[in-house]
């Protein structure tokens, strides 16, 4: 499945990726998604990254007013059943604060799922699992 990232969901997906909890095999996997799709030093740059260590954790920061050309990825169907359950399994999104970036990945990756039909924003609805 090719997707099309730009920096703010590279930089979040990138995250969201590293919190994952699994064993070595598939950390190894997650490694390989984050080594594509992170920031090389020129686009960190551009967009004024930093990394900053909060409570013994490193955080990244970036100016929101730069951004550098969003980019195509191509993953296997593995890799996008990894990045599917990081994204449903992270519960400490913002409604406001991630729909920007997270809005249009989820759109993409789920579309497919949904018949192929264009997504409302307000089509995706996660449900709790039982």
């Given at each position: 499945?090719?997707?099309?990232?730009d920096h703010t969901q590279r930089l979040n997906l990138h995250a969201l990726l590293g919190a994952q909890r699994a064993d070595v095999g598939s950390i190894r996997a997650i490694w390989n998604i984050q080594d594509r799709i992170a920031l090389?030093?020129?686009?960190?740059?551009?967009?004024e990254l930093r990394r900053e260590i909060v409570a013994g954790q490193e955080r990244v920061v970036w100016n929101p007013a730069l951004s550098?050309?969003?980019k195509d990825y191509e993953f296997t169907e593995p890799e996008i059943a990894r990045v599917k359950a990081a994204l449903?399994?992270?519960?400490?999104?913002?409604?406001n604060t991630d729909?920007?970036?997270?809005?249009?990945?989820?759109r993409s990756?789920?579309?497919?799922?949904?018949?192929?039909?264009?997504?409302?924003?307000?089509?995706?609805?996660r449900t709790p699992s039982a």
């Open positions: 499945m090719k997707l099309t990232l090389d030093a020129e686009e960190e740059k551009a967009v550098v050309p969003a449903e399994a992270w519960e400490s999104y913002g409604a729909r920007r970036w997270l809005e249009p990945l989820l990756i789920f579309s497919t799922e949904l018949g192929d039909r264009q997504l409302a924003s307000s089509e995706y609805v």
